[in-house]
């Protein structure tokens, strides 16, 4: 009896990480630098593997930019013609994409301000599927990657300067997803507008390319 309470433990303990694996992945595209960053602390504080945690918010996120970029191939009239406010910054992205096809793909998780309309853009710019695939992976990986080593680094100097973090766990959660959202959304808009300009940046080409 206690044999077979102990396994059913040990099931559910490992169901309830699978789930939250696939929830990590399933909405990092939403929640973005928020999943890796929560993911990387929740690693430290024992309750995921950091390298699984990693892996499921660059495979979310990396399938989420696939999509976006399908959408855009074979729907991108339909969706300037939903949203007709998106019209002009996809055809500024439009030229950038088409002169620099590997650039764009490289860049579509750092591409802050146009992360969602850029996977789009390179879809609807005919961008060579095979190029969009290696350089969007590359982006999510590194991006997911650099992300949750933020969160574990968070961990370990809250641990450092405080003590017993498990106490108050939950509150540094919270603290780090509002952090992390407050940077974000200032890093968007004051970079929203000059997406374009930084694919097209011959510098900015030479450190990737």
């Known amino acids: 009896m206690v044999l ?3 396994v059913q433990h040990s099931f ?13 992945g399933a909405t990092s595209i939403f929640t973005e630098e928020a999943a890796p960053v929560v993911a990387g602390f929740a690693a430290h504080q024992g309750h995921l593997h950091v390298v699984r945690a990693a ?9 989420a930019d696939i999509g976006l970029y399908m959408l855009g191939r074979w729907r991108a009239l339909k969706v300037a013609a939903r949203w007709p406010r998106l ?22 998780r750092f591409a802050y301000g146009a992360r969602l309309l850029l996977p789009i853009t390179c879809g609807a710019a005919r961008t060579n599927f095979t190029t969009f695939i290696i350089g969007s992976g590359v982006s999510a ?11 574990w680094i968070f961990g370990s100097t809250a ?6 973090v498990r106490r108050h766990e939950d509150r540094f959660a919270v603290a780090l997803v509002i952090i ?26 030479r450190m990737l390319e």
């Open 4 to 6: 077979a309470l102990a």
């Open 159 to 164: 641990v450092v300067m405080i003590g017993h």
């Open 55 to 63: 892996m499921a918010c660059a495979v979310g996120s990396w399938a």
């Open 141 to 151: 990986w590194v991006w997911s990657g650099l992300f949750t080593a933020v969160g």
């Open 87 to 108: 019209q002009k910054p996809m055809s500024r992205l439009l030229g950038a994409v088409q002169r620099h096809p590997w650039r764009a793909s490289l860049v579509v």
């Open 180 to 205: 992390v959202a407050i940077v974000v959304w200032i890093v968007t808009r004051r970079n929203e507008s000059h997406v374009p300009e930084e694919i097209d940046d011959p510098g900015f080409g």
């Open 12 to 24: 559910l303990s490992r169901l309830s990480q699978v789930w939250a694996y696939v929830t990590l």
